[in-house]
């Protein structure tokens, strides 16, 4: 690492002195100023050195310009990535009176931030309580549309199941929001949490007690430290590379082009997700009476379907899908990204864990990859802000095994329930067709089976369920 990131230990030193006295014997460590290219210390195991080395840097700190010491930022959590998953899991956990910093690589109102692009995310009604606990989801409500009954079908075949609100005694089995609403609305709750962006991390150092990182932050670098690091950052990852975490990979060889339509009939509230013999074809309502299509293709057919002009890929799309809503038109601006499973081979590690499409990233059939990420955030904010309300660690190894044991079992079933879904409806084999048809059709006819598997996918499944998936704030007085 390119950095010292130092001769600090104890709780909260409060003086540049002080962090520079080690109370017990530590290995060498080396420190190099190279972004302010003047301080260069080699500090040896031995009480005496490093006491004189803490005299020394209470000088600087007196006598020379800024330039010539360093300073160590103590938080209790630092979240590196804060797009939708990261920015939520702030919101969730600023009113805790924990000290939190988000570090974010892109500017939150940039075109490029990634999380904030031209989809529209489809919210599961247990997304809706989650965000109703943080306290945001009056400023996602008003430009979400509510989806109230889904209807599955393999396109040209006998099976077909249907999914409704009515049956499940809610008012939605979920919403329909843009990417940016939704983004503007966690940064509206991140006011009073400290943000570092455009900032990207230089190096880490894991200690038993605490993180200590360097970052950088515009043409300066900044020294932080804290007890807990989350990374809720993309799939393709960097930061969970630099951590150290492990994973297991699958590309499904698709891509997902997604786009906006308006039919000619529109259903409010009506949700299609068809099998097509190339992968699935989601039309998810939103407002106005568009709709927004996630359509699965090969690589190169989902590069054809992007290149074509509007009237072929309109054509295309109402070759597959058919005219239940009538004529498609006004196509929105079309994007692709190619599909894969990735999943950490353990999402905690000592004083460290991931979240959201860090931990576990999906393919997009049945729209669990986000939902899946805010019920981890959920959760984690729970055993933090418990940790800290007890004066225990948040960070500590007792907290994370908390953590880990509430996430197994969903994040296991829905990481399998979708992957298997991904594989099994492009499928061609006649027996694998003939079963999945059956499958849809018993759905259909059998609703104790059905209501299992839409309370899975609703969020609302589990024994152990957090406040913040029952709607209710972190604690009593707060939210």
């Known amino acids: 690492m390119s950095c010292t990131l130092a001769c600090l230990t104890g709780p909260r030193p409060p003086h540049p002195w002080e962090r520079g006295r080690l109370t017990h014997k530590e290995p060498r460590i080396h420190t190099n100023q190279h972004q302010s290219g003047f301080v260069s210390a080699f500090v040896e195991t031995g009480d005496t050195l490093c006491l004189a080395?803490?005299?020394?840097?209470?000088?600087?700190?007196?006598?020379?310009?800024a330039r010539f010491y360093r300073t160590v930022d103590d938080y209790d959590l630092i979240i590196v990535g804060g797009g939708l998953v990261g920015g939520s899991l702030a919101c969730a956990l600023a009113a805790t009176g924990l000290r939190l910093c988000v570090v974010e690589a892109v500017p939150p109102r940039s075109d490029a931030q990634p999380s904030y692009d031209e989809r529209v995310i489809a919210l599961s009604w247990g997304s809706r309580r989650i965000f109703e606990g943080i306290g945001l989801w009056p400023a996602i409500e008003a430009g979400a549309e509510p989806i109230r009954r889904v209807h599955v079908?393999?396109?040209?075949?006998?099976?077909?199941?249907?999914?409704?609100?009515?049956?499940e005694g809610v008012a939605a089995l979920g919403y329909v929001a843009p990417a940016r609403r939704?983004?503007?609305a966690i940064q509206g709750g991140l006011a009073g949490v400290e943000m570092l962006c455009p900032a990207r991390l230089l190096g880490v150092r894991v200690l038993p007690q605490r993180v200590d990182l360097e970052v950088a932050v515009g043409g300066d670098s900044r020294l932080l430290r804290t007890r807990l690091l989350v990374a809720a950052v993309g799939g393709d990852s960097s930061v969970r590379r630099r951590l150290g975490f492990a994973v297991r990979e699958h590309g499904y060889g698709h891509e997902a082009l997604i786009t906006t339509v308006t039919p000619e009939r529109p259903r409010p509230g009506v949700a299609f997700e068809r099998f097509t013999e190339t992968g699935p074809l989601a039309l998810l309502p939103m407002t106005e009476g568009r709709y927004s299509v996630v359509?699965?293709?090969?690589?190169?057919?989902?590069a054809g379907l992007r290149d074509r002009s509007d009237r072929e890929f309109l054509a295309g799309l109402q070759s597959r899908f058919g005219y239940r809503m009538g004529k498609f038109a006004r196509p929105g601006r079309r994007l692709t990204y190619p599909l894969k499973l990735v999943l950490a081979r353990e999402p905690v590690r000592r004083r460290l864990a991931l979240i959201g499409n860090a931990a576990h990233t999906l393919h997009p059939v049945a729209g669990q990859g986000f939902n899946l990420g805010l019920r981890d955030v959920a959760a984690l904010a729970e055993v933090v802000a418990q940790a800290a309300r007890e004066g225990g660690d948040p960070g500590g190894e007792t907290t994370l095994?908390?953590?880990?044991?509430?996430?197994?079992?969903?994040?296991?079933?829905?990481?399998?329930?979708?992957?298997?879904?991904?594989?099994?409806?492009?499928?061609?084999?006649?027996p694998v067709r003939w079963a999945r048809n059956l499958g849809m059709l018993g759905l259909d006819l059998f609703p104790e089976p059905r209501r299992f598997i839409t309370h899975?996918?609703?969020?609302?499944?589990?024994e152990q369920r957090p406040r913040l998936t029952r709607g209710l704030p972190l604690e009593d007085g707060h939210g």
């Open 295 to 302: 359509w699965t293709a090969r690589a190169h057919e989902a």
């Open 456 to 462: 899975r996918f609703m969020g609302i499944g589990g």
């Open 401 to 430: 095994a908390v953590y880990r044991r509430l996430r197994d079992r969903d994040q296991t079933m829905v990481v399998a329930a979708t992957d298997a879904l991904a594989r099994l409806f492009v499928n061609p084999w006649f």
């Open 53 to 65: 080395v803490g005299w020394f840097r209470g000088l600087l700190y007196i006598f020379a310009p």
């Open 182 to 184: 939704l983004g503007h």
């Open 153 to 167: 079908s393999d396109r040209g075949r006998f099976g077909f199941t249907h999914l409704d609100h009515r049956e």
